[in-house]
C-alpha cells in the first residue's frame, strides 16, 4: 500500500495543512504572506457587510513577523481583522464560529521545529480549507500584487481581542462530564513551550486536578524542543518523579496530544481512539458505527473495533481527509496515531486538550489507573523511518520501486507498507507493520537503503 501526503502535484504552496516552510524563506517571507493574504480575503469575501478575519498564533519568533504582514493583506483586500495571540488551533476553529468570522487564521508550524512556521485557515463554518478554495486562492496570487485591492475608504480595520483564551478555556471544560471531577488527581501537563502554555493547565486545575506544568516557558525558540508530543520523555520522567495519575503532552499548536500512564508508559493516537470509541459505544454516543484513521493506524487498532463491532475506515495521511471522512460517513470520532484525534461533537478540528478530557472522563469517576484503561490491544510490530531529501523525487526510482514490489511481497496479506512523501518536510516516510517484527524490520531497512541511494546527490 502506498500513500501521499500532497494532491498529486496541483498545489505549489499549499500541502495537507495549509502552508507552511521554512520563516523568512520560500512562501513564507513577509511578501509572499502579504499576498497570501490578500488573495485569501479576495476569496472569502462574499457580500456588502463588513467581512471580519480572527487570526491566532503559536509562540515562534517567526509569528512576530508573519501577523503583521497577513494583517496587511486583510486589510489592504478590505477585510477587518482580530487579532487572538496565542492560542492552540482548536480555540481558532471554534472562535471563528463564535465570533461569527468569515475566516479564521492560525499561524503554525504545529510539531514543527522553532525555524518553521505556516499559516492554516478555517471557513466561517470552523473547517478547514477544501482543495478547490486552496488552489483558487492560488491562483488569484499569481494574477500580481495590485488585484483585488479595496479603495481607500473600504480598508480593513484592526483590533486586539484579549478574551479570546477565557472563551476557549470555558468551551474545553464544558467537554468535561458536567458533575465528574478531577479532585485528587495529579496530572502533568506539557504544553511543548506552544500556543497552549496558558490555556491547557488553566482547565485542568479549574477541574479540580494538581497540575505540574511543563512546556510552559516559551521564548520563541524552544517549541516542540525536546518536549511534547513528539518528544515524551520530560513528560515521562515527570509522571514518575511526582507521581502522578497521568502525564499529557500536547504538540506546538495543542492540536495533537500524547499520554502516558502512571508508570510512564506511552499511550498513542490509535489507543486513544480505541478507549474513546469504546467509552462512546458504551453510553450510545457513537455515531456511524466505527471510527476514521489513516493508513497509518496500526492493524491491531483495526482488530480491536472489529472484535466490538466495529469498523475503520482508512484515509490518506492528513486530518483534514479524516474530517471529510468522518463528514461524508455520518461519524463522530476520528484521528492518527501521531495523537491528532478530532471528536465531531465538541470541534471541527483536531484537539489535544478536550481529546485528554475524554480519556480523563473515562478514569476519573471510578478513580481507575490509566494503564488498566488505555491499553485495549497489542500493537502489531510497526517500524516507521524517515529519509531526508534535498529534490526531486526518490519515489520515482526504479531502484525504489523495485525494492518495494520486493517488500511486499515478503510481507504478503499479513502485513502492509505505506511508503510516501510527506506534505509538511522534505521527508521521505517508510512505514511497515505486520505480524513479524523481524520481517518488518528488515523489509523497511531494504527500502530504506534504497530511497536513500535514490536521494543521494
Same mark, same amino acid.
Request: hydrophobic share 40%.
Given at each position: ?181 478531577? @479532585? ?20 485542568? #486545575? ?73 467509552? #462512546?459505544?458504551?453510553? @450510545? ?173
Amino acid at each position: 500500500m502506498r500513500g501521499d501526503d500532497q494532491m498529486t502535484g496541483k498545489r505549489d504552496i499549499f500541502g495537507t495543512d495549509g502552508v507552511r516552510g521554512l520563516a523568512n524563506a520560500g512562501a513564507m517571507t513577509p511578501d509572499g504572506i502579504l499576498r497570501l493574504g490578500m488573495a485569501v480575503g479576495r476569496v472569502f469575501k462574499n457580500g456588502a457587510h463588513r467581512h471580519r478575519v480572527v487570526i491566532g498564533k503559536d509562540t515562534r519568533l517567526s509569528g512576530y513577523m508573519i501577523e503583521p504582514a497577513l494583517t496587511a493583506g486583510f486589510a489592504a483586500s478590505g477585510m477587518d481583522v482580530f487579532l487572538l495571540g496565542p492560542l492552540p488551533t482548536p480555540a481558532m476553529a471554534m472562535l471563528t464560529r463564535s465570533l461569527r468570522a468569515d475566516l479564521g487564521v492560525m499561524i503554525s508550524a504545529s510539531h514543527n521545529p522553532y525555524h518553521d512556521n505556516g499559516v492554516k485557515f478555517f471557513g466561517p463554518d470552523g473547517f478547514k480549507l477544501s482543495d478547490e478554495t486552496e488552489l483558487e486562492i492560488e491562483r488569484l496570487m499569481k494574477e500580481g500584487p495590485n488585484a483585488g485591492l479595496a479603495a481607500a475608504g473600504d480598508l480593513g480595520r484592526v483590533k486586539r481581542i484579549d478574551d479570546a483564551g477565557a472563551r476557549y478555556i470555558e468551551f474545553a471544560k464544558a467537554a468535561f462530564p458536567r458533575r465528574a471531577s478531577l @479532585d485528587g488527581m495529579r496530572i502533568v501537563i506539557d504544553c511543548a513551550n506552544g500556543a497552549g502554555y496558558k490555556v491547557a493547565p488553566t482547565v485542568l #486545575w479549574e477541574l479540580g486536578a494538581e497540575v505540574k506544568e511543563i512546556g510552559v516557558d516559551p521564548d520563541g525558540f524552544n517549541i516542540n524542543r525536546q518536549c511534547g508530543s513528539t518528544s515524551t520523555k520530560q513528560m515521562q520522567d515527570a509522571v514518575l518523579e511526582y507521581r502522578a495519575d497521568i502525564g499529557i503532552a500536547l504538540d506546538g499548536d495543542a492540536d495533537r496530544v500524547i499520554v502516558c500512564d502512571e508508570k510512564g508508559k506511552i499511550v498513542d493516537g490509535d489507543q486513544i481512539l480505541a478507549l474513546i470509541a469504546k467509552s #462512546w459505544k458504551k453510553s @450510545d454516543r457513537l455515531k456511524g458505527g466505527g471510527v476514521v484513521s489513516t493508513i497509518m493506524a496500526n492493524m491491531g487498532l483495526e482488530k480491536f473495533l472489529k472484535g466490538e463491532g466495529l469498523t475503520l475506515e482508512r484515509t490518506q495521511v492528513g486530518d483534514r481527509y479524516v474530517v471529510e471522512e468522518m463528514r461524508a460517513k455520518g461519524m463522530n470520532i476520528g484521528g492518527e496515531p501521531s495523537g491528532h484525534v478530532i471528536l465531531s461533537d465538541y470541534a471541527t478540528t483536531g484537539d489535544g486538550l478536550v481529546t485528554a478530557l475524554q480519556v480523563l472522563a473515562v478514569v476519573a469517576p471510578g478513580g481507575r489507573k490509566i494503564s488498566d484503561v488505555c491499553r485495549n490491544f497489542e500493537p502489531f510490530p510497526q517500524l516507521l523511518q524517515n529519509i531526508r531529501f534535498s529534490g526531486g523525487n526518490p519515489l520515482a526510482s526504479a531502484g525504489v520501486k523495485a525494492a518495494i514490489k520486493a517488500g511486499e511481497e515478503k510481507l504478503g496479506k499479513s502485513g502492509r507498507l505505506v511508503i510516501r512523501k510527506s506534505g509538511t518536510e522534505p521527508l521521505i516516510r517508510v512505514m511497515g507493520e505486520a505480524e513479524d517484527a523481524g520481517l518488518v524490520k528488515s523489509v523497511v531497512g531494504e527500502i530504506c537503503a534504497a530511497v536513500e541511494k535514490a536521494a543521494a546527490p
